[in-house]
């Protein structure tokens, strides 16, 4: 786990997290064994140490409840809530792409509509990744984005577009949120991703603060504290901003699919749905999510 001064403690990803939770129920058991072990070949040790034994023996029982019993507990709560789970996170994983896709769009990184505008979904799929890896690529997308904020039709259509994806966010985090609260990894998945929703909530309130359209996103947007607390931002400032938020919803894109999969697998949905298993090939986790849309 990641341990920082403020802001959330968080693991540095949901994978972190479940290794963490893993290597605790793990040193638990290994302690146990220890202990049994020590008993046995220590002679008169722990006898002539009753305190010590004591306290190593209550520490051993603190290890086991929490390691062992949540571990049993969270594996429960993962399994119950599997299949609504996987539908929350490919919301999110939509919202998410929406996010990036749209900002790289019109920083014309993307095609625009790559779904519509190509008949094979695979190959739509391809175009995708492409832009996937352009937005990882922090130096393009910065020149992208200058270019971008430099005319001010497109500031506006990107005021438009991240208002337009905050309503839906809302809702989405809004009706599920205290479902994923049931398990510590499902909770730490809507976390990241209400932290997206505020940095979108954050750049359309300074994005609409140079517009005089009083218009409903417009003015919901100069609503928002971030108006009052920082102002307008420097270009580069803001060029900056973007940047951070465009690469952080591609990264949940690719790993709260890549975590959906896991959760129940396509092989599963393909056994429900009748279809056949032996398909020609095998597309990628996030051609499998380009499929369903």
Do not use: C
Not at 25 to 49: N, P, Q, R, Y
Not at 113 to 141: C, F, H, K, M, W
Request: aromatic share 6%; charged share 25%.
């Amino acid at each position: 786990m990641i341990r920082r001064d403020s802001g959330p403690r968080r693991s540095e990803s949901v994978d972190a997290y479940l290794r963490g939770t893993r290597a605790l129920a793990a040193i638990a058991l290994f302690a146990l064994v220890g202990g049994v072990l020590s008993d046995a070949f220590a002679g008169t040790f722990w006898a002539d140490h009753a305190l010590l034994a004591g306290l190593v023996a209550s520490v051993i029982v603190v290890m086991l409840t929490v390691g062992l019993v949540n571990e049993a507990l969270e594996r429960r709560s993962l399994k119950r809530w599997s299949v609504l789970a996987q539908y929350v996170m490919l919301q999110l994983v939509r919202d998410a792409r929406i996010v990036w896709t749209g900002i790289a769009e019109l920083a014309g990184l993307l095609p625009s509509d790559p779904y519509a505008s190509q008949g094979d979904v695979l190959a739509a799929a391809t175009s995708i990744d492409a832009g996937s890896s352009a937005v990882r690529n922090n130096e393009r997308l910065t020149a992208a984005l200058r270019a971008l904020l430099a005319r001010r039709d497109k500031r506006k259509q990107l005021h438009d577009k991240v208002a337009t994806v905050l309503e839906h966010n809302d809702s989405v985090l809004g009706r599920w949120a205290a479902v994923m609260l049931n398990a510590d990894v499902y909770a730490e998945v809507i976390d990241r991703h209400v932290e997206l929703t505020g940095d979108l909530a954050w750049a359309s309130s300074l994005l609409g603060l140079e517009f005089a359209e009083d218009d409903g996103p417009t003015r919901n947007g100069r609503s928002h504290p971030a108006a009052l607390i920082e102002g307008l931002l420097e270009e580069e400032r803001l060029v900056q901003r973007l940047a951070a938020i465009t690469q952080l919803a591609e990264q949940l894109d690719r790993g709260t699919l890549e975590l959906a999969l896991r959760i129940v697998p396509i092989d599963w949905w393909r056994e429900q749905l009748g279809t056949r298993a032996d398909t020609p090939s095998a597309p990628s986790a996030r051609q499998e999510a380009s499929r369903g849309r």
